[in-house]
């Protein structure tokens, strides 16, 4: 697999200087080493508690832009995962999670080009964190050591259109109010419908943005593993018509 691009080795070669010794062929994993050549050993390679405390914040989010890079080039890694599930099968040490929409488009293994135990994902139609997520997210950071956390929204999103079309179903009702914050704080221009696409997007995007605040403001411990550095938070959106993800922060 020699079309890829940065892999794990590389990626560390050349941000964390003296890094790479940690991620070594038995981190990779003995299967990984036999079946891929080369680079994509690399970047098969299982995380590991040791491998996940070299990589930064900043690099937990350059690996994902990498991933996605991959993801929109088409040349995606291809690992031998039922090693990594049994490499991982003792416990897990994820470099990031991602909270990210219910929508069939955007699964974020996928678009990350991310393996087993690379990322942890919460995923909730609209993207927004609640009690449930938020706990989750401190799980995936103060306890299991993350060092990243992606709010992911995307376009042409459902549950935005939704919450902007005041669409009132069943439990479904409740939930859009999560997303009424970023409609009250986004301009409008045009009619207040999902026809108006600029809205809806202006309105994904403020979504992401905000939630990335409600995060910050609804976690003390999250807050703090900020304050320390230790954990980077960041908002992002997918574009389900290319793949392509932007960081927005
Ligand atoms: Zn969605």
Redesign the pocket.
């Known amino acids: 697999m020699t079309h890829v691009a940065v892999d794990r080795r590389q990626f560390f070669g050349t941000f964390a200087a003296g890094a790479g010794a940690a991620l070594t062929l038995a981190a990779a994993g003995p299967a990984a080493a036999d079946n891929h050549g080369g680079g994509a050993a690399a970047a098969c390679a299982t995380m590991t508690p040791d491998l996940q405390k070299t990589i930064t914040p900043d690099q937990a989010i350059e690996m994902l832009k990498e991933g996605n890079a991959r993801f929109v080039a088409g040349t995606t890694v291809n690992c031998d995962l039922m090693a990594q599930v049994k490499d991982t099968a003792g416990g897990q040490a994820p470099f990031a999670v991602v909270v990210?929409?219910?929508?069939s488009r955007?699964p974020p293994e996928l678009v990350f080009d991310q393996q087993i135990g690379d990322i942890f994902a919460a995923r909730v139609?609209?993207?927004f964190v609640n009690t449930d997520i938020i706990g989750s997210l401190e799980f995936a950071t103060a306890v299991a050591g993350s060092k990243a956390i992606v709010i992911l929204?995307?376009s042409?999103?459902?549950?935005?259109k939704g919450a902007v079309d005041d669409v009132k179903l069943g439990n479904l009702t409740a939930m859009l109010e999560n997303i009424q914050p970023a409609i009250d704080q986004t301009p409008l221009t045009g009619e207040k419908s999902s026809k108006n696409t600029d809205y809806v997007e202006a309105v994904?995007t403020k979504n992401a943005e905000l939630t990335v605040d409600n995060l910050l403001a609804r976690s003390e411990v999250i807050k703090g593993l900020v304050d320390s550095g230790d954990v980077k938070i960041v908002a992002a959106k997918h574009d389900v018509a290319t793949g392509k993800v932007t960081f927005l922060s």
């Open positions: 990210g929409c219910i929508d955007v139609a609209g993207n929204a995307h042409s999103c459902g549950a935005v994904a």
